[in-house]
């Protein structure tokens, strides 16, 4: 029996991943969640359904050229199995008119060492979305006798879960700022909430990002969850939109971070990294001033690459910036053409889910 499942942070040597599927993916009907989260602006506000085929198809390719370069190098790729994400969906709390997607699997799943658990997303349309990867589940449980399969606990969602009128379509960005630095954001603290995506592992201690999609209470969770981790919370109050840690806060190897500089870390969350040595280097400017059509992520996806060992990064092709960037700091970059997976949910990073990397849980802050 084989050792399948193992992972403790974002840089150790990759082994295997999950790569996301594009097929039948929805944009979802608004809900309280989401729609605090598609700018007033976008093209997609009051707009839901199926995804137009040649959008779905042109992902694909884009991620089929993740599938190649990683393979080509020895990593092996596991793919979800994407259900029929148009139908709706209901339980004893809530009905929702449609599902979204199998992308991207990194808000879905977390891998913590010899643990995949799945997230407790905050948003409706995403509450069945891990019945795509349990079928790859099965298949580490069979053949990993140490493989951990967990489930968080599954959030209820009833309307309780979310602050009623938070969305206001008349808010400024100013306005939002406002919010983000007071920590006042859509979800409500009844039960935790979270989006694996929020969650940066670096060995003994997990950073996790409070701000739309994750909540307080998820925090919480997770201390009590493993009392043998360090849990830090972080915020970004320079995000209008905060979900997902990582187009934000990017480790590329130990001891060395970029930080979106529109969203620095503030003090005194900084101190933890400064007093171990570690160096937060503002991330480049993005190449694009506007993120691609139908997509709900910032042209920030330029910094969310895709770590293959402490010398080698993945970035998106056009990001001509950022791989300057990542050349000067000593980093192998291989440009991967993803942009038009974009809109299903995010980066290089996002596309994907940790299987195994080498490596073991270290303390990076003593
Ligand atoms: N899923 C990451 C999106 C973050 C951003 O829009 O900047």
Redesign the pocket.
């Known amino acids: 029996m084989a050792k399948i499942v193992s992972s403790w942070n974002d840089w150790d040597p990759l082994k295997r991943v999950i790569v996301g599927r594009c097929d039948n993916s929805v944009i979802p009907p608004e809900e309280p969640a989401t729609s605090e989260k598609v700018p007033v602006d976008s093209e997609m506000r009051g707009m839901w359904g199926l995804r137009p085929l040649e959008t779905v198809e042109r992902g694909n390719e884009c991620l089929e050229n993740l599938v190649k370069i990683l393979e080509d190098r020895g990593v092996v790729v596991d793919r979800p199995t994407p259900l029929q994400w148009n139908q709706a969906i209901g339980t004893p709390d809530f009905r929702n008119d449609s599902m979204m997607t199998c992308m991207p699997p990194r808000d879905i799943l977390l891998t913590i060492g010899n643990e995949i658990m799945a997230a407790a997303n905050s948003f409706r349309c995403r509450y069945f979305e891990y019945l795509a990867y349990w079928p790859l589940m099965e298949e580490y449980f069979e053949q990993d006798p140490d493989f951990k399969w967990t489930q968080a606990p599954r959030p209820r969602l009833t309307d309780r879960s979310y602050k009623h009128n938070y969305y206001d379509e008349k808010i400024t960005l100013e306005e939002r700022l406002v919010r983000t630095a007071n920590k006042d954001f859509v979800t409500t603290e009844v039960e935790p909430m979270w989006d694996a995506?929020d969650v940066m592992r670096m060995g003994k201690d997990l950073f996790i990002q409070h701000g739309l999609t994750t909540n307080r209470a998820a925090m919480d969770w997770f201390q009590r969850y493993y009392p043998e981790y360090r849990v830090h919370a972080v915020n970004f109050p320079g995000d209008p939109?905060p979900?997902?840690i990582?187009?934000t806060f990017v480790p590329l190897r130990p001891g060395l971070i970029i930080n979106n500089p529109h969203r620095p870390l503030p003090e005194p969350q900084r101190a933890i990294f400064e007093a171990n040595d570690w160096q937060i280097v503002e991330a480049a400017q993005p190449a694009h001033t506007e993120p691609p059509a139908l997509c709900y992520?910032?042209v920030?996806?330029s910094m969310?690459c895709l770590v293959l060992d402490p010398k080698t990064v993945i970035v998106e092709a056009s990001e001509v910036y950022q791989q300057e960037q990542m050349d000067k700091l000593g980093m192998n970059v291989i440009p991967c053409d993803l942009r038009d997976a974009y809109p299903f949910?995010?980066g290089l990073h996002?596309s994907t889910a940790d299987v195994y990397r080498e490596g073991e849980c270290l303390d990076y802050f003593p």
Do not use: P, Q, T
């Open positions: 995506a939109y979900i997902h990582d187009a992520s910032s920030w996806l969310n949910g995010g996002c």
